[in-house]
């Protein structure tokens, strides 16, 4: 998960008000390791979270759950941001103005089907078509 932590969240220090999991003893468990704010707890593996604390997996999880809704940025998922992608339509010049007026150019998303004579430009056409759709990128 892509987890965006502003400034608030990377400066609150972790205190028992937080969370009913998080008591004195477990915040003092955490300083042990060098872990004294909500953003630092966060970002931390759920596994290494269960060695520190002796806690089950399911509770850490849910721990972390809680305080990611209560007190971070809404989690960004990668799957969500390229699902999202997909939706929108990708249209790709092929570098050739009369190619492209003919196909009208190639959609994004699907499988085009390249062949001709040896020597007839199917690999130019690709690497340029290529080159033309990841223009900007760099």
């Not at 997909?86 to 050739?96: A, D, F, N």
């Amino acid at each position: 998960k892509l987890l965006l932590l502003d400034s608030l969240l990377q400066e609150m220090k972790l205190q028992p008000s937080l969370h009913p999991t998080l008591t004195s003893k477990s915040i003092s468990l955490l300083r042990q390791f060098n872990v004294t704010t909500l953003a630092h707890l966060l970002t931390l593996q759920p596994e290494k979270l269960c060695s520190i604390l002796s806690l089950p997996f399911s509770t850490v999880t849910q721990l972390r759950m809680e305080l990611f809704r209560e007190h971070s940025s809404f989690p960004v998922v990668g799957l969500e941001l390229y699902q999202a992608g997909l939706e929108e339509e990708v249209q790709v010049h092929t570098g050739s103005q009369s190619l492209d007026q003919v196909l009208g150019g190639l959609q994004g998303g699907l499988v085009y089907e390249v062949f001709g004579c040896s020597g007839s430009g199917k690999t130019e056409l690709c690497l340029t078509a290529a080159a033309v759709a990841g223009e900007g990128w760099w």
